[in-house]
């Protein structure tokens, strides 16, 4: 695990330390420079290989080695019960060759999840988690207690929870460009597909959400939370509550999401605020060019604003978005509304292939909508299976998450 540098001795590292923010300083002379760089360097970083026929063939015991700065590849294949408690302050841990899957098959760490991150600054990246069950009913597939967590490019399936957050109100969590899917059908508790507690900030971009079972496919009670481009639309096979809940209220903007009730969904409502009360001080409700589908025969509330649990006049604005099949949207909710359309069910494309866009010849592309505020003009558009791809501002706005006319045309 070691190698030589150029004068023969004996180094750990595999990449050179990088200066954070030294764009926001004026130009240090060399000397200056160089000793920055060398402080802001890891003493003794390495990157830990993990897996069939290297030396450490254990997860668990990579999460034991790993000293702060590491980075842990994980080559692809399957690891069964190989669960882990990740105690450094700072580490990336990635897939390599593929992407390697960690199921349960029946273990947790700490009686909590396949992964407990305890409280550091990590990076996730292309790791799957499968199948994590423990007694109360939250097994979970990485458990987030404390610090920054930043998960890319990773897939949740079938677990109880797909990450469960602590309530520390410095956290933070940002999720990019991955999967979570098919909630386990129990009785005893409600199966989340992702569970944000009351952390400082939570955002998620160019994700999918869908198959949930009676528990909601986003919960946040995070202060802020920042919900763009994504697909969270449950499919034929779910059966979720609501599709976005955010019981406590805090500074809430979604923007550019299809958000998608099944027909066998357990709840009307699609996006719900403030359900819970005990809310943030400095609540606030931004919708924004989203398009909010109810599949089903009974009316939806395709939004729910609690405003007696809200702090007095919490504002709530919506720009913009796209309503498709039975129910009522601002009806209900007061606030400031602009630009939101209502259409029958069948009028985009076609769901059996998650195409949820207006064809080129729609009347709405013939009606220009004003922009949203600048904070909440869409800058890109989810893009399948996942991810997101740049949008280039049209000569005319229409209401919902897709500029680009439908699939083919």
């Not at 700490?110 to 499968?130: C, L, P, Q, Y």
């Amino acid at each position: 695990m070691t190698r030589k540098r150029p004068g023969g001795m004996p180094s750990r590292h595999t990449r050179p330390g990088v200066a954070a923010f030294s764009c926001l300083r004026p130009p240090l002379p060399a000397l200056a420079l160089g000793a920055l760089l060398l402080a802001a360097a890891p003493v003794d970083a390495a990157t830990l290989r993990v897996g069939p026929g290297e030396a450490i063939a254990r997860i668990a015991d990579a999460a034991k080695q790993a000293k702060d700065g590491d980075v842990v590849e994980i080559l692809a294949g399957e690891y069964r019960g190989d669960v882990a408690v990740w105690k450094q302050k700072r580490l990336t841990i990635r897939g390599v060759g593929g992407r390697p899957v960690l199921i349960a098959d029946g273990e947790s760490a700490e009686g909590k999840a396949i992964w407990v991150i305890r409280n550091g600054d990590f990076v996730v990246d292309n790791i799957e988690f499968r199948g994590a069950r423990v007694a109360d009913g939250n097994g979970a597939g990485i458990r987030f207690e404390r610090g920054r967590l930043s998960v890319r490019n990773s897939a949740f399936h079938d677990n109880q929870t797909g990450i469960l957050t602590a309530n520390f109100e410095d956290a933070e969590l940002r999720i990019e460009d991955s999967v979570f899917a098919e909630a386990p059908r129990q009785e005893h508790s409600l199966p989340h597909l992702l569970y944000v507690g009351r952390i400082a900030r939570f955002e998620v971009e160019g994700s999918r959400f869908h198959q949930g079972q009676r528990g909601h496919l986003i919960k946040s009670r995070a202060r802020r939370s920042e919900i763009r481009y994504n697909m969270i639309h449950d499919g034929p096979a779910g059966e979720a509550s609501y599709e976005i809940d955010l019981p406590n209220g805090g500074h809430a903007t979604l923007v550019g999401n299809v958000i998608g009730q099944s027909a066998a969904s357990q709840n009307a409502t699609v996006v719900t605020f403030g359900a819970e009360g005990d809310a943030w001080p400095d609540s606030r409700l931004e919708l924004a060019h989203n398009t909010l589908l109810n599949e089903g025969l009974r009316p939806a509330l395709f939004l729910r604003v609690w405003a007696e649990r809200l702090p007095a006049a919490t504002p709530v604005l919506t720009r913009n978005n796209l309503t498709v099949g039975l129910g009522v949207f601002t009806t209900t909710n007061a606030g400031d509304h602009a630009g939101n359309v209502p259409l029958p069910p069948g009028a985009l494309g076609d769901p059996g292939i998650l195409d949820f866009s207006l064809g080129a010849d729609a009347l709405l592309r013939r009606r220009a909508f004003p922009p949203a505020p600048s904070h909440l003009v869409p800058q890109a558009e989810f893009a399948l299976p996942l991810g997101t791809r740049p949008l280039n501002p049209p000569a005319r706005w229409v209401p919902g998450a897709f500029q680009t006319p439908r699939l083919g045309e």
